[in-house]
């Protein structure tokens, strides 16, 4: 069977042969031979292209060959730019199996998790670097754009976090209440609740609401941003996606956080209060217990903690988004492994912590 395309092949000239000859092309069987012959062709648009991408998707899915005729290069010069095998309609090469053997998805899963880590500290060294030319040039970080990443992560946060601090107070008075009640000594459960919440529940608790609130939010943003390539319009404009759209994001985490964590330790107390209070518990006692165990240590150990957290938010965000790959799917899971970047981050730098208090007997 041959093809033959028209001298001026238009939308008004290639429509009919499409609606006469393609039928023909869907009946062809595996072993038999198309000629497309395109020696005639003077001048071509979109549509002839489609209709040799076309030929082949029909060729790739029934089996027959293709022969050409190509005097003047338009076959050859389509398939150059298309690849005909991204408009057949059999995807499963997109697809590749997935291994099902637990031990390989968790050892996929542990290096995944360690490249995400080295990632996460060379993007550290890469904001590190921008800071320093920040302090240099102040007037390169845009202020405007910090204080709304402030407003975003901390004030429009202010409701959950004083819900979850608050059922988080509620929670430790109810389980440390129940046992303590058994010997008389329910007034101590405030200097358990001050003490728990300031050195480690307080911005433990506020840090994993940011990472899935606000890290998540971070990613998601700037994986758009590389997707509709407005990063690269800044690279080409010499001005640096670090120091433009991420510092100011890993600044504005760092700084709401102790804030956050504060709001979120009183939310707790106030929680607390509530169940000692049914315990009949008289408020002056509560109160008096919980400033008595609020020291110094205890609030520059949660706010050090909140810091660090709110720094490990920004930049496993942040890093995460400026690195997504060029599709919708691939943001999603940017903001996806942001979330889990940081709790993993968080995990293991509040075990650091401990260690070194424990150590160092803080």
């Known amino acids: 069977m041959t093809l033959n395309l028209p001298e001026i092949c238009t939308v008004d000239s290639v429509t009919p042969l499409w609606k006469q000859r393609m039928p023909e092309v869907g009946k062809l069987k595996a072993g038999e031979v198309l000629i497309l012959d395109a020696d005639s062709v003077k001048r071509y648009d979109g549509s002839a292209e489609a209709l040799i991408i076309e030929v082949h998707r ?86 405007r754009d910090t204080m709304l990443c402030i407003e975003r992560a901390g004030m429009d946060a202010l409701p ?73 319009a800044l690279t080409t404009l010499s001005l640096p996606p670090v120091l433009f759209l991420a510092l100011p994001r890993v600044l504005a985490a760092a700084f709401v956080l102790p804030f956050l964590s504060i709001f979120a330790v009183v939310m707790g107390l106030f929680g607390g209060f509530v169940v000692l209070w049914m315990m009949d518990i008289p408020a002056i006692t509560y109160w008096q217990h919980v400033f008595n165990a609020i020291t110094v240590n205890n609030v520059l150990i949660g706010l050090t903690k909140a810091l660090t957290f709110g720094v490990l938010v920004g930049l496993s965000g942040c890093s995460h988004g400026l690195h997504t790959k060029r599709s919708a799917d691939a943001v999603g899971q940017a903001a996806t492994a942001s979330v889990v970047g940081s709790l993993v981050l968080i995990t293991i730098f509040d075990g650091i912590f401990s260690v070194l208090l424990f150590v160092l007997d803080i």
């Open 160 to 232: 959950i976090v004083a819900l979850i601090g608050f059922l988080i107070g509620l929670i430790l008075a109810f389980l440390s209440g129940s046992s303590m009640r058994q010997f008389g000594v329910e007034v101590y459960v405030a200097d358990l609740i001050c003490i728990g919440l300031f050195r480690e529940m307080g911005a433990l608790i506020t840090a994993i609401i940011l990472a899935g609130r606000t890290g998540s939010a971070f990613a998601a943003e700037l994986g758009t941003m590389k997707v509709n390539e407005e990063i690269d």
């Open 58 to 143: 029909c060729a790739a899915a029934q089996g027959f060959s293709v022969e050409y005729r190509d005097a003047v290069a338009v076959i050859s010069k389509t398939l150059k730019i298309f690849n005909p095998a991204v408009f057949s309609d059999h995807t499963a090469y997109d697809l590749p199996p997935r291994n099902t053997h637990t031990v390989v998805q968790v050892g996929e899963s542990a290096v995944r998790i360690w490249r995400d880590i080295v990632d996460v500290l060379a993007f550290l060294g890469e904001v590190v670097t921008s800071g320093l030319s920040f302090l240099v040039r102040p007037g390169r970080l845009r202020l």
